[in-house]
């Protein structure tokens, strides 16, 4: 596989996409290949600029504007869907433009995904530069995540594939709510690679906690089926104990669960809309 594309989301960051793109040129250098850069730029109201300046191999750059902000989830989905009409044949690599996805992996990832045809490569996240109580927030997440989905799910956006893979991962609107839940629930094989979270290149981060709970929502809301199975077998046990010990808090908890999934059922349909 000689064709090589970058699949990059971007909303007003072209300062931090310079650099990406010059970090990434850095560290490809010795891959084979033809490569593309597809940037998807989400509705942006900074008119796109891009600092070329000492790029060699991601010099084909093609930008999609779509005309309303999707959210980075929805560009990338959009931009998988672009590729695969136009019967694209290529080592695909979706990565942020801020910076937080270490491209000096970038390499290794296109390896494997080379090696791994039928694979999916997601670069796992190991250690994260953000705050504790951020920190600890996503660890609470991924417990929470785990227990309702059955499904440890500790990757973001990061990954490399063969296009082979696209008629899979987009044959429902899964891939639509969020890309890792996605990758997670359509693919037959995923390998990890696990890499550090990198800092931000440049500005702080534009996620409020709205908008972080949100995407964990939607994370969960593509594994709807597994969640409404784990509730009922968290409600049936919380019912027994409730009948043994007469405690409100049970039976609030019994409550919580069912609105939980009420929730989840219209938060897929109303995105999926």
């Not at 509705?43 to 750059?61: D, G, T």
């Not at 890499?195 to 593509?222: C, M």
Request: proline letters at 1%; charged letters at 25%; hydrophobic letters at 40%.
């Amino acid at each position: 596989m000689n064709n090589l594309i970058i699949l990059t989301p971007t909303f007003n960051d072209w300062k931090s996409l310079s650099k990406l793109l010059f970090e990434i040129d850095k560290n490809i250098k010795g891959l084979k290949g033809k490569f593309r850069t597809l940037i998807i730029d989400d509705a942006s109201n900074i008119r796109p600029k891009l600092n070329l300046k000492n790029i060699k191999h991601l010099r084909k750059i093609h930008i999609i504007t779509l005309k309303k902000n999707l959210g980075s989830q929805k560009s990338i989905c959009i931009g998988l869907k672009y590729l695969k009409k136009k019967k694209t044949k290529a080592i695909i690599t979706i990565i942020d433009s801020d910076g937080e996805d270490n491209p000096k992996k970038i390499k290794k990832l296109i390896n494997l995904a080379k090696k791994n045809p039928n694979s999916i490569i997601t670069a796992n996240r190991l250690a994260r530069t953000e705050n504790v109580f951020f920190k600890l927030l996503y660890k609470l997440h991924l417990l929470i995540t785990f227990l309702l989905t059955s499904k440890y799910i500790d990757f973001g956006n990061y990954c490399s594939f063969n296009s082979l893979n696209l008629k899979k991962l987009l044959s429902n609107r899964n891939l639509w709510l969020a890309c890792s839940a996605g990758i997670k629930k359509n693919s037959t094989s995923i390998k990890s690679c696990y890499v550090n979270r990198k800092k931000r290149y440049f500005d702080s981060s534009k996620a409020k906690f709205s908008f972080l709970f949100k995407h964990s929502l939607n994370i969960i809301s593509v594994f709807k089926s597994d969640v409404l199975k784990n509730s009922f077998i968290f409600c049936l046990i919380l019912l027994l104990i409730f009948v043994s010990t007469k405690k409100l808090i049970i039976l609030a908890a019994i409550v919580a669960i069912i609105i939980l999934n009420i929730v989840i059922y219209y938060q897929s349909k109303k995105i999926y809309n």
